[in-house]
């Protein structure tokens, strides 16, 4: 189903613009939470995701550092160095809260107790007792400070190109953190989105979801996720090999992009992507139609060769056009990851 049809065109319209020029303010109850503590805790977490932690600490009172700052967004991956969970994470002074999909979180858990031997650090499943909220846009920034004082740790992170931040809360205070958010209004609009809504708009922005555009049978980089989630200048952490090899050594089959296709009626579900010529490279994984209805904005996956923005295609017939395509992988012989 396109959720585009079940939203008002002029309420569209005011969240695109919060997206835009303020922020949109998301509760996220599909996400559980692990908390990590001890003295070991940092060190021990950065070894098992794709983003480096080694620079965060608590986000500072009053202060708008760039992003990421205070926390991070990133992977966590298998030895094969195939994606299993995106982790939202919020660095405290005395613990780090780790936020992933629900039916991911126990076992992330397992996962994560696995390699736990030597070092100080505990692991608590926490998802019944806290809560996140998600602020997109170039303002969320500004928002942590209100987020904060109504009893949220927050963090600066830009995990979909378009600005944000992150909020976990104790649950009873998570209605709070929203209000305190929505209310901290001033140079642009800030409001609250639903996940209706949120599904519109990040198709539109070219951000993928899990489970839908991506899954644990995908790489970073065939997701195009590497530039938002993997750091390729950190210390060894579970699946590098794999996932270092692939960008700096060869490249992914196959790559996510958005499209632009030509026509107003919804596409087929998982709708082939073809060349001009006909020849299949790849399928349609996600679709919304264009704010004024003249053609459909999609992500899907096409092989990699072809994942260059302006390349012509076909989409179940019809005309389209590659709109977003990440940048190509660094040429082969660079540095070996660091150990």
């Known amino acids: ?53 080694a620079p965060q600490q608590p986000l500072p009172a009053g202060a708008r550092p760039a992003p990421p700052a205070g926390g991070a967004y990133g992977l966590n991956v298998g030895k094969t160095g195939k994606i299993f969970a995106e982790v939202w994470i919020v660095v405290a002074a005395d613990r780090i809260y780790v936020g992933a999909l629900r039916d991911r979180i126990e076992r992330l858990r397992e996962s994560f107790e696995r390699y736990l031997i030597m070092e100080d650090a505990e692991l608590q499943d926490a998802s019944d007792a806290h809560a996140w909220v998600f602020a997109h846009g170039p303002r969320s920034a500004d928002l942590a400070a209100a987020g904060r004082a109504a009893g949220a ?47 519109v708009l990040r198709v539109e922005s070219n951000v993928p979801r899990f489970g839908v555009d991506f899954d644990d049978q995908n790489f970073p980089q065939e997701a195009s996720l590497e530039e938002r989630a993997v750091s390729f200048n950190k210390g060894c952490y579970l699946g590098q090999e794999t996932v270092f090899m692939l960008q700096m050594r060869g490249h992914a089959k196959k790559r996510l992009v958005q499209l632009a296709v030509e026509g ?51 989409v179940a017939g019809r005309s389209a056009e590659i709109t977003r395509a990440p940048s190509p992988a660094p040429s082969s012989g660079s540095a070996a990851p660091k150990r």
């Open 264 to 314: 107003e009626g919804a596409l087929p579900a998982g709708a082939e992507i073809a060349l001009p010529d006909g020849a299949a490279v790849g399928a349609v994984t996600s679709q919304v139609s264009e704010p004024r209805g003249q053609r459909v904005i999609a992500l899907g996956y096409v092989k990699y060769k072809h994942a260059v923005q302006g390349t012509a295609l076909k």
């Open 1 to 53: 189903m396109d959720p585009t049809h079940e939203l008002p065109t002029h309420e569209m319209d005011e969240q695109r613009r919060a997206l835009r020029e303020g922020a949109l303010v998301e509760a996220m109850p599909e996400l559980g939470t692990l908390i990590v503590t001890g003295s070991d805790r940092q060190s021990w977490l950065n070894g098992l995701v794709t983003c480096d932690l």
């Open 153 to 199: 740790e927050a963090a600066i992170v830009d995990w979909t190109g378009l600005g944000g931040a992150l909020f976990v809360a104790p649950r009873p205070a998570e209605g709070a953190v929203v209000a305190a958010l929505l209310a901290a209004g001033g140079a642009g609009p800030v409001l609250p989105t639903t996940a209706a809504a949120w599904d």
